[in-house]
């Protein structure tokens, strides 16, 4: 039997249909329609998804959910495989699931319209560990759970509009690979092995359509920040504090490291789009850092001059060459030392970005195109600056780029986590819509 929620939104649903069946096609009336009618399996699937722990390193959780939607995609005559992980990286692996055509045209056989790379993955924020947080339905229009909006709202919205054009038998000459990872929230390490074949595979593909959270009913995102880090390392005379600031003695490690930083903030911090955090500052007269577990200890007495300070920080850009700029002018910063110290910074490269592209725009026209016959208006560009890194910046390098496509909610990442329920029918339509249209 349907909860009240779901009968609610199943109603809502079928009137916002009958709105905007006359300037769609009979085929995507007809889509539009089997969601309205399997809403309520979509919100099961999303139940059942929900109350599998899938903490990025609970690997077990994150191949059941794997499982789940495996059966699933086979459901949209998908036909699905498991890419394993070596134990080294200590990763659960990903699901991958792809149209019958895709192959085909790996064979250089033809289909039609444009080869359709969609990305989700497997694994949330919240471990085993971690108090529990079911799927719970709070009222008539939402309802929490952990990763209920990051993201198994957003595979949910990916598999039902599969399902949805397989039922309308749409789906037959389109090439179209799902790539569920199973570990976005923390990537395993070499970022070669653990993203290795997810990028061999998106090479195959025209554009990439990522099913992370949506910022609303009319925005994608045709542009995220990438994310890399660095590491601040300073050296400096020790002695008694009482010398501090004359040419003997110097400044010490403490002083010279806040300088950097605080230099760091006065000549980059007004540049759109571009971050940079110190996450751990530590410093002192005897000082260790572990910079595997990213946690340290310090002694600091007041008459010693500290002679060791690591700060360790993140760095998020929109383009390579923001990113590259940025790091000359972090560096000519650090190499213009106070007296009698001596600093010396690490970077390292993390995610990269999805830089804003001609081709990115004329998809969303696509999707705009979608939103306008569904009645809701024009769909826009959102702020890159609003996002952070995701799996599509791996490979937006390689081919046109969509990310947002998923559900919509708030709290990600946090307890609470929530997802709309009465936005998720449309959502899913409009995955739906814009899947049909990119394979015409």
Known sequence: MLSH?????????KKETEKIVSTLTTEEQNLLSYIDANLPRA???LKESVNINSGTLNKEGVKKVGALFAKEFEAAGLQTHWVSMPDSIKRAGHLVAMTPMTKNVQD????KGKKLFLIGHLDTVFEPDMPENPFTLLNDSTATGQGANDMKGGDVVMI????????????KDAAITAYLTGDEEQAGYPREVSRGDFIATAKQSDIALAFEGANGLNSVATARRGASGWQLNVTAKTGHSSGVFTNGAGYGAIYEAARIVNAFREKLSTEKYLTFNPGVFIGGSDMQYEEAKATGTAIGKTNIISPRAVVTGDLRFLTEQQKIDARKTMQSIVDQNLTGTKATIHFVDGIPSMAPTAGNEKVMEVISGVTTSMGMGATIAGDPGSRGAGDISYVAQ???CIDGLGASGRGAHAPGETINLKEFPFLIKRAALTIYRLTR
Do not use: T, W
Not at 108 to 111: D, L
């Open 5 to 13: 929620a779901q009968k609610n939104s199943k109603q809502s649903s």
């Open 398 to 400: 390689y081919m046109d």
């Open 43 to 45: 919100i099961e699937m």
């Open 160 to 171: 039902m509009a599969l399902q949805a054009l397989h039922a309308q038998g749409l789906l």
């Open 108 to 111: 250089n056989k033809k289909q």
